[in-house]
């Protein structure tokens, strides 16, 4: 398997950037964009997860996830704890620090192309109630055994740069894990709209946190710097994680009326096309379908 292709560095408060060269006829690059594995929890879908991840070696593919990578609700302090939702590994006694082991330890053979790790109101929770960061302390172990990640912040903006033909096209993304309960009827979908008006540089808008699952494509306009017009793509996506706790029979959610929930990620890849506008346009194309 030939070495990743893409280099991750911060480059300010909640703003990184993925440097990537495309020297080859035919260049792309995949990642696979997660959030919400709810790892630990007993309703997580660990089988689906390692198969998404061996096709992200298949792929040659980096790995972005943002947030709730643990669950981390089931410490004797936490009022919504269940035995029912515990894994064994965490019932003797390390609660937190088996939360580390053990999803350290799960993704290892991974960690070499996972690049990003941002933070959840799951981790938000145990850094605000206990004073230690999962997402940091996971990410450690990561980098102990040689993994390029580095942790991003609840939302911000990644920049993927692509030198290509002596140039540097690029395009940017927004990412938040989210907030609100995505909505019964319209999912979280009217947050596209909300979230292009106050985000006029994005070409993408990645959220997680509501578990719903979609991909709309919008559109902006801009004026070129030759003075004519481009109307570009905005990608909107929410991925739904890999927790599937829904039973028709009984339990927290049959209570409270919400419906199951679909479980998975997306696949983002980015390539090179040629855009027949003023000086034989270029741009970096961005497609995404689910990982199911």
Same mark, same amino acid.
């Given at each position: 398997?030939?070495?990743?292709?893409?280099?991750?560095?911060?480059?300010?408060?909640? +703003? $990184?950037?993925?440097?990537?060269?495309?020297d080859q006829e035919g260049w792309h690059q995949d990642f696979l964009l997660r959030s919400d594995a709810h790892h630990d929890n007993t309703h997580a879908d660990q089988r689906?997860?390692?198969?998404?991840?061996?096709?992200?070696?298949?792929?040659?593919?980096?790995?972005?996830?943002? %947030?709730?990578?643990?669950?981390?609700?089931?410490?004797?302090?936490?009022?919504?704890?269940?035995?029912?939702? +515990?894994?064994?590994?965490?019932?003797?006694?390390?609660?937190?620090?088996?939360?580390?082991? +053990? /999803?350290?330890?799960?993704?290892?053979?991974?960690?070499?192309?996972w690049l990003f790790m941002s933070p959840g109101n799951h981790e938000g929770s145990i850094l605000k109630h206990h004073e230690t960061d999962l997402t940091e302390r996971t990410?450690?172990? $990561?980098?102990?055994?040689?993994?390029?990640?580095?942790?991003?912040?609840?939302?911000?903006?990644?920049?993927?740069?692509?030198?290509?033909?002596?140039?540097?096209?690029?395009?940017?993304?927004?990412?938040?894990?989210?907030? %609100? %309960?995505?909505?019964?009827?319209?999912?979280?979908?009217? #947050?596209?709209?909300?979230?292009?008006?106050?985000?006029?540089?994005?070409?993408? !808008?990645?959220? %997680?946190?509501?578990?719903? /699952?979609? #991909?709309?494509?919008?559109?902006?306009?801009?004026l070129t710097k030759y003075g004519s017009t481009r109307i570009d793509d905005v990608i909107h996506i929410s991925t739904p994680g890999y927790k599937d706790e829904f039973s028709?029979?009984?339990?927290?959610?049959?209570?409270?009326?919400?419906?199951?929930?679909?479980?998975?990620?997306?696949?983002?890849?980015?390539? !090179?096309?040629?855009?027949?506008?003023?000086?034989?346009?270029?741009?970096?194309?961005?497609? !995404? +379908?689910?990982?199911?």
């Open positions: 398997m030939p070495e990743l292709n893409a280099k991750i560095a911060r480059t300010g408060t909640g +703003c $990184f950037q993925i440097e990537m060269d495309a689906l997860e390692l198969l998404h991840l061996n096709e992200a070696v298949d792929r040659n593919a980096g790995i972005l996830d943002i %947030g709730d990578l643990h669950c981390a609700m089931q410490g004797k302090w936490d009022k919504r704890s269940s035995t029912d939702a +515990c894994r064994p590994e965490q019932k003797e006694g390390r609660y937190l620090d088996s939360l580390v082991e +053990c /999803a350290s330890e799960f993704y290892e053979p991974f960690a070499d192309r990410a450690e172990r $990561f980098r102990a055994s040689g993994s390029p990640v580095v942790v991003g912040t609840y939302a911000g903006f990644i920049r993927f740069s692509v030198r290509h033909s002596g140039r540097v096209l690029s395009r940017v993304m927004y990412y938040t894990h989210g907030n %609100g %309960g995505g909505g019964p009827m319209t999912h979280g979908v009217l #947050n596209t709209r909300r979230r292009q008006s106050y985000l006029p540089d994005a070409d993408m !808008v990645w959220s %997680g946190h509501t578990h719903d /699952a979609w #991909n709309v494509r919008l559109a902006k306009i801009a028709p029979m009984s339990g927290w959610h049959i209570e409270r009326g919400s419906p199951p929930k679909p479980i998975g990620a997306m696949w983002l890849r980015l390539s !090179v096309e040629r855009r027949y506008e003023p000086n034989d346009h270029k741009r970096i194309r961005l497609d !995404v +379908c689910e990982a199911r």
